[in-house]
DNA sequence: CGGTCACTTGACGTGACTCAAGAGTAGTGG
DNA sequence: CCACTACTCTTGAGTCACGTCAAGTGACCG
């Protein structure tokens, strides 16, 4: 698809996530009363009414839609940091589970709309929060669109390392199962599978174990994810070896 | 993809976009130096700085954005009403072109900041918009990661429909082309005319010419689409007929 | 009337899905 | 410590939907 009078961006334009960990001036806002989830619980449904935003303070949030005919695409994986529900309508419009045991904390709907309306530090620090969502929203449609396999895969992986601290070579846990990644990435369980293996026999990757990795080959990886032009022409290249 | 113990949603929320035509507190702040822009022409690029916010008052816009191997992903097509540069930093994140000619309102950053700092009527009416964007923006990955092509197809159709003007049973004008609709849907232009086809030889549509349509058998088509339960079992069997 | 352009249609190839079997890995209980 | 179970993950073989390539059709325009 496309043609050729259609301009180019400007840069690449990696538009990693911002660190998490500096939770600036949400936290204290937050923090009041936290609420703890297991593993495998819903922090709400779509559908529910909405109490409040919430902030992850720590553990992983499985954010999702599921279709009528049970298919479920993730939207995200939220982590420490980011805030959900973050609709100013009545109601969810996704559903959010609990990957890893989490923390939150729930600011609700009033203090919320409070605080945006009366603190001038408080409200830049949202449509900041706000901005990094319709970017990543923006990725995933691209990512959802453009790209095949092998390179939705490789962009996970390195879209997986940022979100860990900046570990150069280091082992990365890999939280989610690989059901959860093939409905990330819009493929079957079995094809992220078989990518893996693929960047696995490649030597791109160490993955010693189902649920972590590292990167050998960061510069490859970032090849095969579409982030640099390809100068080595292997990028959709099957994987006898 | 997706196994049993995923939660259903409660409905199936069609959340179609607002009536774009009430322009609300919005018109008047805008309107101030409307621009004009002619069909292809671009309002801006990817990695421009953002001198403010755009209203579009009449047209349509593509908003896309490109990969590094030149493939294009249309994110929206923004049509009266809808706001274009959202974004609070300095820098836009998509590209902007003009699909047919295209009258748009600014509100410079500074301004708009302002707005929203001091108009406790403007604020809201953004936040909705804010809502409408990042809820478009779940529904688009649901779209490109969950469903097949005839399915896509008969989306976006339905999307064209409510669109226009709520003209029960009349034409619809389709400004866009195959290799539009195709970088939106992530497909290609071909079969997308293949769907088309398929949908019009199944007498759901009526396509007098390539630039319009008509929609025959609503039922159908949202069954296709996947925005009801399908008890014909006709959703996905293949074009003989 | 001939040229250009977008759309349509067909034949063919292939990437990802489906179905099914095997391989690790962790947890439980004797 | 070693079965035995219950997972999830991996791997393979076959199929199908969609992409690719290429030819044909129709509308618009000079």
């Not at 937050?30 to 109490?51: K, N, Q």
């Not at 100013?88 to 589970?97: I, K, L, V, W």
């Not at 970032?222 to 290249?237: K, P, V, Y």
């Amino acid at each position: 698809m496309s043609d050729t009078r259609y301009i180019c961006p400007h840069s690449s334009r990696p538009t990693w996530r911002r660190d998490r960990r500096k939770n600036d001036a949400l936290a204290d806002l937050f923090s009041r009363r936290p609420l703890h989830y297991r593993a495998r619980e819903h922090l709400f449904l779509e559908g529910d009414s909405c109490e409040g935003v919430f902030l992850i303070l720590s553990g992983t949030v499985i954010v999702y839609t599921m279709t009528l005919n049970g298919q479920r695409q993730i939207q995200n994986f939220a982590g420490a940091g980011e805030l959900l529900a973050l609709n100013f309508s009545g109601n969810h419009t996704t559903s959010a589970q609990a990957l890893t045991d989490v923390t939150v904390g729930i600011l609700p709907r009033l203090a919320f709309n409070q605080a945006l309306q009366t603190s001038d530090r408080f409200r830049p620090t949202i449509f900041e929060r706000i901005d990094e969502m319709l970017d990543a929203a923006r990725r995933q449609a691209m990512l959802l669109g453009c790209k095949g396999a092998l390179e939705k895969t490789a962009t996970f992986l390195l879209d997986l390392e940022n979100g860990g601290e900046g570990s150069q070579g280091q082992f990365i846990p890999i939280p989610m199962s690989r059901c959860d990644i093939a409905d990330f990435l819009g493929l079957t369980l079995e094809t992220v599978s078989r990518m893996l293996g693929r960047l696995k026999r490649q030597d791109i990757i160490d993955l010693p174990r189902a649920d972590c990795f590292r990167i050998k080959d960061p510069k490859r990886l970032a090849q095969i994810a579409g982030l640099e032009t390809d100068f080595g022409h292997m990028c959709g290249n099957p994987d006898r070896f």
